[in-house]
């Protein structure tokens, strides 16, 4: 308990201020001679604060806690609330708790400040902002949860500040001109036809990076024209396939349903010469884009997006991501006036809502009249 106290002179002004803090069972630690009540109460109250934190430590030591190292407590922490999550988000925590690791080494969790917090961030400018912003939302969580269990006195993530360089540009989505050149280009470019696919299918069909990776052979309906999407391949560690439900790295997005998507004539086609040709690797899961030289046993998203990049160079069209082509996509559904059910549908969508925040670009939903017919979409050749 702090209590603040006014100094007067004989006149009865207040000269300056002093304070007591209750420090039970010991002697209250008083102090004065301060200017102001402000600078009395800060300082009373930072005191406050470490005694706070002295008792509190004192208590977790007598009830046998052992005090670790900040990655330590992290990891526990991590292994306990986050190992449900999918391969991909659970990799992005280790590399944080690798971060922790190796920038703050054996220092104990209840000494880290602020100043060595934002330290720390400042450390990673040279990284982009969104990747360091990651980063301190995983170790915010944390230390949330370490403050409410008392391991700290002092939640050191609170107003720190976010360091790095700025994401490169993208664009959102290829407009209906650049969307047919782009396609009618990759149809006759002279590249790899495993990549060619790859390119054709993001496209055509709107599949996430993690479903495209996962497509097998059985998936793929040559006589009526359609491809399965039940699953998705864990493309960052390659230990196989998950389910389309993902409880944390597309929560933006709402839940992910499995579809029957239609393929074009030609682009069947040119699947069948594909699994009759040498690049075709075959492997016990029949997936049809499978690298075995590869850590995740498929074309990283990276090596994807860079050699997309130098596709949409030669057309003179901004770079533009994988996940850039299933807006692509979904506002070239709008183009040709499929239903909004019907797009929800394609994308995977629980929701039209989320269709229509993230990927439908530039046409007025509510105009949208034709309802969806299968043969329109399978009627699209380049």
Request: glycine share 4%; charged share 30%; net charge positive.
């Amino acid at each position: 308990m702090v209590s603040i106290i006014a100094r007067k002179n004989n006149k009865g002004i207040v000269t300056s201020y002093g304070f007591s803090v209750s420090n039970y069972p010991k002697p209250a630690i008083r102090m004065g001679g301060f200017k102001t009540k402000k600078e009395a109460t800060t300082i009373a109250k930072e005191i406050e604060r470490k005694l706070a934190l002295e008792k509190m430590q004192r208590k977790l030591l007598k009830a046998g806690y052992v005090h670790q190292t900040f990655h330590q407590e992290f990891e526990k922490w991590m292994n306990k609330t986050k190992m449900n999550l999918n391969p991909k988000t659970i990799q992005s925590y280790v590399n944080t708790k690798n971060k922790i690791e190796k920038y703050f080494d054996d220092t104990l969790l209840k000494d880290i400040t602020l100043e060595m917090y934002e330290d720390f961030l400042a450390s990673f400018s040279y990284l982009n902002k969104a990747t360091n912003h990651k980063m301190h939302k995983h170790i915010r969580q944390f230390v949330k949860s370490a403050f409410e269990r008392q391991l700290v006195f002092l939640n050191f993530t609170t107003d720190a500040a976010i360091v790095g360089e700025k994401s490169k540009e993208t664009k959102k989505y290829l407009n209906a001109d650049e969307y047919d050149r782009f396609i009618r280009f990759v149809y006759n470019a002279q590249i790899d036809l495993q990549y060619k696919l790859m390119v054709l299918l993001a496209i055509l069909t709107g599949v996430r990076f993690g479903e495209l990776c996962a497509i097998c052979w059985d998936d793929i309906d040559f006589e009526k024209g359609q491809l399965y999407v039940h699953r998705q391949w864990d493309y960052v560690n390659g230990s196989g396939f998950t389910g389309l439900k993902d409880p944390d790295g597309y929560k933006y997005e709402g839940d992910i349903k499995e579809r029957y998507l239609p393929l074009s004539n030609q682009l069947i086609e040119l699947l069948k010469e594909y699994k009759t040709s040498s690049e075709y690797v075959k492997n016990d899961d029949s997936r049809l884009f499978y690298k075995p030289n590869c850590k995740a046993k498929v074309l990283s998203n990276t090596a994807f997006n860079n050699k997309l990049d130098m596709l949409l160079y030669e057309l003179k069209i901004p770079r533009l991501t994988c996940h850039k082509l299933r807006h692509s996509y979904a506002t070239n559904l709008v183009k040709l006036k499929i239903s909004k059910e019907a797009i929800q549908y394609l994308l995977g969508h629980e929701s039209y809502e989320t269709t229509e925040k993230y990927y439908v670009h530039y046409v007025h939903l509510d105009e949208l009249l034709f309802k969806y017919e299968f043969i329109k979409l399978n009627s699209i050749n380049y």
